[in-house]
């Protein structure tokens, strides 16, 4: 009998910030080593696979690169399997998310790029990026007005729109930032068209995440910080899940869902997070 499938996010449950929530990677280190899938899920545009398996393994969490999904992640696997006569992509983004995409063998012209061009070579959008069949946005942080007029150019000559993630924002360790949802917004505006989203609440992401040990979503135990996003997604996947008061969520907003639309757990800690999965089959 395979053992239990974790989809683990990542900010506010293994880590908050630069620091470890602490034992949540003992945790996880013993569920794995008891036959335990643990797949790390987050909506975190930005980074690339080895970033997150330097960190996590430094913390002592069981983590390889092909155990780390997040949204960009996510995202390229999407394209690969499900939207095949993708070749070309328009990416509005950071380095991590250009990385993923070319990881899976599409040819990535960033927006920054022809964003240049525009500005140089007096071209649209579409001829800038050289007809992309798709555009991918998430968190840019070196985010311009001829960034969205290149992404909306494209989109509206009838490439693929899709967006990595809609957090609104995203925490730093001093600031809150615009999220990938907020960039998105402005070319979603220019545009007139709607994108998929692969990040959670969306299904995507956790589907994406269980094929990557060959299994459903369905199956999984959702360990998350986020009513809005790893509890809903956990919800729309048909999966269970257990929220930690480790990051966003507190007790009394937990206490305050309707009966229908509460976790199978709430864990304080690592402590009650490792009683709550040793119940769980």
Known sequence: ???LLLLVDLDGVVYRGSDPVPGVAAVLASRAAKGDDVVYVTNNSMHYRADYVTRLTELGAPVSADRIVSAPRA??????????AVRRVLSVGAGGLD???RDVGLEVVNAGFAAERMAKEGLDGVGAAGRPDAVVAGVDPQL???????????VRAGATFIATNRDPV???ERWIRPGAGSVIAAIEVASGVTPVTIGKPEP????????AVGRRAGEAIVIGDGIQTDLAAARRVG???????TGVTTREAAAALPPDARPTAIAADAAELERVLGTLR
């Open 144 to 154: 311009t007005y001829l960034r969205i007029a290149a992404a909306a150019d494209c």
């Open 239 to 245: 999966a269970r899940c257990v929220l930690m008061l």
């Open 1 to 3: 009998m395979p053992g």
């Open 75 to 84: 995202t390229a696997l999407y394209l690969r399997e499900r939207e095949p």
């Open 99 to 101: 990385r993923e995409l």
């Open 204 to 211: 995507l992401l956790m589907e994406e995440a269980a094929l």
């Open 170 to 172: 995203y925490p730093t």
